[in-house]
């Protein structure tokens, strides 16, 4: 059984960094796309980032462009979500997640068969 454990997370001010990883262990996933989403209370969760396997494309959300880097390490079977200039709206949960379940490319979709429970991240003005 695959595990994804978030880290990373915690209390930044505006304008400042975090770096999130999502360890994976049970099975490699050096072929499956990795993803992060984000969720705050009440509202869906949303898409931020994505990577395909061995990092040959990479997709971001609007608002992840320019501030934010998804990278991985297939080695150690990990992800990162690098995230700079951090605003007070990025303040939510942040889910890593793996192996897309879809027939498309659009992995925005929440169609991915592990999740991690997720880090929280707090951005103060």
């Known amino acids: 059984q695959v595990q994804l454990v978030e880290s990373g997370g915690g209390l930044v001010q505006a304008g400042g960094s975090l770096r999130l990883s999502c360890a994976a262990s049970g099975r490699a996933l050096s072929s499956s796309t990795m993803a992060w989403f984000r969720q705050t209370p009440g509202k869906e969760r949303q898409f931020v980032a994505a990577i395909t396997w061995r990092g040959r494309s990479t997709y971001y959300a609007d608002s992840a462009k320019g501030r934010f880097t998804i990278s991985r390490d297939d080695a150690k079977n990990t992800g990162t979500l690098q995230m700079n200039s951090l605003k007070p709206e990025d303040t939510a949960v942040y889910y890593c997640?793996?192996?897309?379940?879809?027939?498309?490319?659009?992995?925005?979709?929440?169609?991915?068969?592990?999740w991690g429970q997720g880090t929280q991240v707090t951005v103060s003005s």
């Open positions: 997640a793996a192996d897309w379940l879809g027939s498309g490319t659009d992995y925005s979709q929440m169609r991915y068969r592990y």
